[in-house]
C-alpha cells in the first residue's frame, strides 16, 4: 500500500517558522512528482509547492513564494516544506500528494494523497 505521512504542524506566532515533513512508503519515490497542498477551513484546496525530478521543476503559488521552500531527500523517500514567515492566512490542514512525473495544479489529477497535519499561525 502507498502511504503518505505528514507531520510537523503546531501552533505558532506571526512571522514564526515551522517546517513540515511528508514521509513516504509503497511507491517509487524518484518517479513521482511530490506536492504540499493546504486546505483553510471554508476554502478550497490549494496547492502550495511542488517539485518534480523528472525535469527537476518547482513551483510556488504566489501567496508563499519566498517564504515556503520545498526540498526533498531521497535517501529517506521523504519531502519537506520549510515555512518562514507565517501569516495568519496560512493558517490550514497541510497534506502531501504525488503524481507520476510531472507536478499539476488540479486537485483532481493526484495519483496519492496523505493524511494532513494542522498548521494554525496566531496574529
Known amino acids: 500500500d502507498v502511504q503518505l505521512q505528514a507531520s510537523g504542524g503546531g501552533l505558532v506566532q506571526t512571522g514564526g517558522a515551522l517546517r513540515l515533513s511528508c514521509a513516504t512508503s509503497?511507491?517509487?519515490?524518484?518517479?513521482?512528482?511530490m506536492s504540499w497542498i493546504r486546505q483553510a477551513p471554508g476554502k478550497e484546496r490549494e496547492v502550495v509547492a511542488c517539485?518534480?525530478?523528472?525535469?527537476?521543476?518547482?513551483y510556488y503559488a504566489d501567496s508563499v513564494k519566498g517564504r515556503f521552500a520545498m526540498s526533498d531527500d531521497n535517501a529517506k523517500n521523504t519531502v519537506y516544506l520549510q515555512m518562514n514567515s507565517l501569516k495568519p492566512e496560512d493558517t490550514a490542514v497541510y497534506s502531501c500528494?504525488?503524481?507520476?512525473?510531472?507536478?499539476?495544479?488540479?486537485?483532481?489529477?493526484?495519483?496519492?494523497w496523505g493524511q494532513g497535519t494542522q498548521v494554525t499561525v496566531s496574529s
Open positions: 509503497g511507491l517509487s519515490f524518484d518517479d513521482y512528482a
Open positions: 517539485i518534480s525530478r523528472s525535469d527537476n521543476s518547482r
Open positions: 500528494g504525488a503524481r507520476a512525473v510531472f507536478w499539476t495544479l488540479q486537485i483532481s489529477e493526484f495519483d496519492y
